[in-house]
């Protein structure tokens, strides 16, 4: 039976080729749009969650407020893994971590060409590899990381650096100077994991490497601390004690909230500011994948029950020769499983067609590997089925109910009730694309506005070089060689680079005597007018530059509750000898940052330490080759550093990457729109040569009547723009609403404009003027003599 079932399905589908067309590429384009958004969202909420131990994995986590600010520390003293462990018996394993935040110098001992400057680098203790679930190729995880100087490679690192022989017992030289065995090779860490390394150093090298070393060791807070629970239930029991175990060792403020953070909720920032992912995302672009699939299910359903009359006398043939309504259902529900399974294979070749182009506009890295982990193979086998399900319910109900005394009366008022559903599945399609145009719309107005945004300084045309080590050095010779050149307007120095993260010093505001935060930077006198920054209040003389000093901006001295005249007063033990204006060091997200500048008057003394590190910011001349400009710099750099790659930027870059959170969902909100207007229009497209097919007659008496063409395109016309005006009212609320929640995590934001609701109504109409016309055009040309020909 089912055999015979499956015939006539196929034959209907291949009868019926416009329609199949259109319900396949719909539920094909609807489906692979949908795979890939769930591809992106799924990875994001599989971070971590590869690991063994992840759900017993806690991170410590710190929390103070600040003038009414609360502020998160994750980094510790050395000393407080061992002490929790040996104190608390609900603990079974701790891992200290200290990652690199700037590139490091790896180069191959044996091969002075292999010198690379390498970004993922960190410290770890043994326990690492047993603790966390990295897999590892060679080495013992009981013995890779016990001594001081040596680390664990990852495979692309071993490539890279040895190529096909074996790593293990080789060396590699850190900074220069220090020599690691390696004892281990790991597998590359997988695409949804935090820790992205490709190289594992033993913690304990730390004091060994310098002075500098030995006190962040003993001293500093500067690791982050994972503990390895017993139980979940343990969590509130080790909490109570981190306090307990900071105080004895007499190295925690006893103001802040300490707690501990579930690993695999740390991507999604479930309790962290800084984490890498964004939760609102995600769950915005899940409800759109939840959304795109029914867009083209209902082209589906609609089409299907449109075409009732075309399948009635079937039916009540069928029904007077014996078949009862389960058979019915049955075949309906096999032609809908055919062209889901149809399309879900299409799907498949679409999103591996796509799939790269994807990743590469949204600067995506998602391995291969997560395609055929069991839940995503199972969100893909629900796609399948729930779709089978759903384009097949409702035709199936409605196609099979027909009696057969009714139909073969040429009487189906089953199709008149079908006619007003169709009508709201036309409607949910047209609302649904409105309120996307109309939200990327707005996120592209609040990104061109951020991107506008004054910022204080002049980001133009700005080259910035990192310098540390030997260059540090020979600093103010490297500086004078560059300032030489042609095309390089001027130079300046800062301890941290803008837009990429900043320090801060702790104070109390003089008049509230709240603790407060500044951040801060040290800079030379040059920093002021190569960056464009504007006075409030500016230093007398030239005095100031000889350092010791120190600018506040705006917010700083609100901040900081200085009374009377700021001038003179000391802050952090320095001097006020100027005021600035405000200017955004950090992300347009936030509110307006108070900042404190120390004037350096000898950098190169200060680079002299090897752990010393800076920017180097020159102001290139728009009309000079930057190309060319840029490689006499290399030279430069590369006569005073010849054991560091050289590395730049630009300060415009830096600003931009602020805010890729929102380049990446103004394209995704683009693709998604496109996406959604096309499908709709297809199903536009189907019920307007649908309707035209069965007013063939109407139209060619209408015709001979003396009806014109443009009446006959305005009759089979009209009641497709109302509905797309139902759209739009249903639309502007629902997406105002989205929008303006959106807009309140921004300090500065735009105000929605009534035209961006116009402009997205208008874009709706005229894309259905384009879709409707063709066939209704096409419909009232037609012969009229033709048209009244009896079948």
């Known amino acids: 039976m089912f055999k015979n079932y499956l015939k006539i399905a196929a034959r209907n589908i291949w009868k019926h080729k416009d329609y199949s067309f259109i319900n396949i590429v719909g539920l094909a384009m609807g489906m692979a749009v949908s795979m890939l958004i769930l591809m992106f969202v799924m990875h994001e909420y599989s971070y971590d969650k590869f690991h063994k131990n992840g759900d017993r994995i806690y991170g410590v986590l710190a929390k103070v407020k600040m003038d009414g600010h609360e502020m998160q520390f994750k980094n510790f003293n050395a000393k407080l893994g061992p002490f929790l462990k040996q104190s608390t018996p609900e603990i079974q394993d701790f891992v200290r971590v200290r990652e690199s935040y700037q590139a490091v110098v790896i180069k191959n001992s044996e091969n002075s060409s292999a010198l690379f400057s390498e970004k993922y680098f960190m410290f770890a203790d043994p326990s690492f590899f047993k603790v966390f679930s990295f897999k590892l190729r060679e080495g013992n995880k009981s013995e890779i990381l016990n001594r001081p100087y040596t680390m664990v490679i990852s495979e692309r690192a071993a490539k890279k650096y040895f190529g096909d022989t074996d790593p293990v017992g080789k060396t590699l030289l850190y900074e220069g100077k220090h020599v690691f065995e390696i004892t281990g090779v790991a597998e590359n860490p997988p695409s949804n994991s935090t820790f992205n390394f490709d190289f594992v150093a033993s913690i304990t090298t730390i004091p060994q490497l310098n002075q500098n070393g030995k006190e962040i060791w003993e001293h500093a807070g500067a690791f982050n601390t994972y503990l390895l629970l017993d139980s979940e239930n343990s969590v509130k029991k080790v909490e109570k004690k981190i306090l307990t175990a900071g105080i004895e060792m007499d190295d925690f403020d006893k103001k802040a909230d300490y707690s501990l953070e579930g690993f695999t909720t740390v991507h999604l920032g479930n309790n962290s500011t800084d984490s890498g992912g964004n939760i609102k995302l995600i769950k915005i672009f899940a409800g759109i994948a939840s959304l795109i699939p029914f867009l083209a299910l209902f082209n589906y359903m609609s089409l299907t029950t449109a075409r009732a009359t075309q399948r009635a006398k079937e039916v009540g043939v069928r029904k007077v020769a014996g078949a009862g309504r389960s058979g019915l259902i049955k075949q309906f529900y096999t032609e809908s499983i055919l062209v889901c399974c149809i399309a879900f294979g299409l799907s498949f070749v679409l999103v591996e067609l796509m799939r790269q182009p994807f990743y590469n506009l949204l600067n995506l890295n998602i391995d291969a590997s997560f395609l055929l982990t069991p839940s995503f193979i199972a969100i893909l086998s629900g796609i399948l089925l729930f779709s089978a399900f759903i384009a097949g319910s409702y035709p199936a109900l409605i196609l099979s109910g027909f009696s057969p005394i009714e139909v073969l009366k040429g009487r189906l008022g089953s199709q008149q009730k079908g006619a007003g559903l169709r009508k709201v599945f036309m409607v949910f ?208 750099y590369k006569k005073y550093s010849a054991d560091k790659p050289f590395e730049y930027y630009f300060l415009d870059d830096a600003f931009n990457d602020t805010f890729k959170t929102e380049i990446r969902m103004a394209k995704m909100f683009t693709i998604f729109t496109a996406f959604a207007i096309f499908i709709a229009c297809m199903g536009l497209f189907g019920l307007v040569t649908f309707t035209a097919e069965t007013r063939t007659k109407e139209i060619g008496v209408r015709k001979v009547l003396g009806a014109s063409v443009t009446s006959v395109v305005a009759l089979l016309s009209k009641d497709f723009f109302k509905l797309v005006f139902i759209s739009i009212l249903l639309a502007t609320p629902v997406a105002w609403y989205l929008m303006h929640q959106w807009l309140q995590d921004f300090s500065e934001r735009i105000e929605i404009a009534w035209w961006v609701f116009a402009l997205a109504g208008l874009m709706a109409m005229v894309i259905t003027i384009f879709t409707v016309s063709f066939q209704s055009i096409k419909a009232a040309l037609m012969n009229p003599v033709k048209s009244l020909k009896t079948d």
């Open 429 to 636: 399609q047209f609302t649904v694309s409105i309120a996307l145009i109309v939200c990327s719309l707005i996120i592209q107005q609040q990104l061109s506005f951020m991107q506008n945004v004054k910022l204080g300084l002049n980001k133009d045309q700005m080259l910035n070089i990192p310098i540390s080590g030997s260059i540090g050095k020979n600093y103010f010779s490297f500086k004078n060689e560059i300032a030489e050149l042609t095309g390089v307007e001027q130079v300046a120095f800062s301890s941290t680079g803008l837009y990429k993260g900043y320090n801060m010093f702790f104070s109390q505001n003089k008049s509230t005597q709240k603790d407060v935060s500044i951040s801060y930077a040290e800079v030379d006198a040059n920093y002021i007018n190569t960056l464009g920054l504007a006075w409030k209040v500016k230093p007398e003389g030239s005095s100031w530059k000889n350092g010791n000093g120190m600018l506040l901006n705006e917010s700083a001295i609100k901040e900081l509750g200085l009374k009377g005249d700021p001038l003179g007063q000391k802050v952090f033990n320095r001097t006020v000898v100027g005021i600035l204006r405000n200017f955004r060091f950090a992300s347009t997200k936030d509110e307006k940052l108070p900042m404190g500048l120390f004037i350096i008057s000898d950098t190169t003394n200060m680079l002299a330490n090897e752990q010393s590190s800076g920017i180097l910011f020159a102001k290139m001349d728009p009309k000079s080759n930057i190309v060319e400009k840029i490689k006499s710099i290399e030279s430069i």
